[in-house]
């Protein structure tokens, strides 16, 4: 048989392809017969480029479901920059305070994108927040160290109180907790804050002190009654000696003030200012080691404006309900809520009060106060003080 030509067999096939596929299996039988014939190829290799489909053009594939909303590179940089104000908080706490700070960036004129932007913006869902900011989002993973020295004078005048053992249905009762600022080493005197939280509201005072002495210690928790928007009703703190004395005991009965503390080494117990610790203190200070007065002072203007930008602008979440059931513990949290959205609703605040705290809220800029508390960032981190464990500078 005379040898064929590839090309000549690839003709042949073309040809006969089209016939082949609509025809029935006795006569593709035969064209196959006759194409082996005339090509000298096999049956099965005959039979596999007949049945190959034409080379037609793909149609682009329809996306199903709803067309995206939020691509729009201005929804994603207006979203990124509430995002960055709002210190990088979740999707549920970020959505809940969007109405409250667009709100307030409109009013001091912070905003520019256009309307149809910010509406678009507002009606996000926290799970899509989630989704567009992945990329945006840095996790940080602080460690620190504990510096809690026991106290022993008065312990025992001072009853153990639970996490779950306050009246949490009035602003007023307070968890209270030191956090040192002293590096990689306790060793020394180093710069402590004090940090003061509502259970009811989540209202956080913080106020920076030279070190854990009972003088500088008391004073704070004196600066702090002093600007609460609402009566302080009682204190609870862990068992350290700079809350845990004589002075504070006679203070809280002069005062007709509940005083209690926690079981040692239980920080379940004071967990409301436990977690205020790190998402107040520690994510915008940081686990540095700070010493001497200038520091203080910086430190104490800083939290001035964060005070005012986590109690007005963040919103935080409460446990409303926990259940066990078998080895599983099932949680319920109330809506994201900001510290003065809840003592705005409070019957036990004062209408004198509520107009103060309103008045305050429409004169605040977050943007100022984001801006003023970077540039006092820069500043407190150049007083960082590098110590190891062994005390030698590095």
Known sequence: MERVSNMARQEIIRRQKKAYQKAAKKTKGA???????????????AGRLLREKQNVKKEPVKRRGRKPQYHHPSIHRLLEKLWFLMDCACGKRLC???????????????????????????????????????????????????????????KKDIPIRLGSQWDDHRPGYIEMDLVAHCGETTAGEYVNTLDMTDIYSGWTETVAVLNKA??????????????????????????????????MYRYCKKENLLFTRSRPHKKNDNCHVEQKNYSVVRKHIGYARYEGEKVVKLLNKYYAHLRLH??????????????RIGARVYKRYDSPTTPYERLMVSPDISHKEKLALKTQFHLLNPVVLKRDMMELTD???????HRTRSGHGI
């Open 31 to 45: 064209i196959l017969d006759t194409i082996c014939q005339a090509t000298g190829m096999s049956r099965d290799r």
């Open 310 to 323: 986590t109690n007005f602008f963040m919103p935080s979440v409460k446990l409303v309900e926990k259940e």
């Open 214 to 247: 009972q003088k500088h210690v008391f004073a704070a928790i004196q600066t702090v009654r002093a600007r609460l928007p609402f009566d302080l009703l009682g204190l609870d703190s862990d068992n350290g000696s700079e809350f845990i004395n004589d002075q």
């Open 379 to 385: 500043q407190i981190l150049s007083l960082a003080i």
């Open 96 to 154: 809940a305070g969007l109405p409250g700070m667009i709100d307030a960036l409109v009013r001091h004129g912070e905003i520019q994108a256009p309307e149809w932007t910010i509406q678009a913006v507002l009606r996000i869902s926290p799970a899509t927040a989630d989704r567009l900011l992945a990329q945006t989002r840095r996790a940080n993973t602080l460690m620190g160290r504990s510096a809690t020295k026991p106290g022993s004078i008065r």
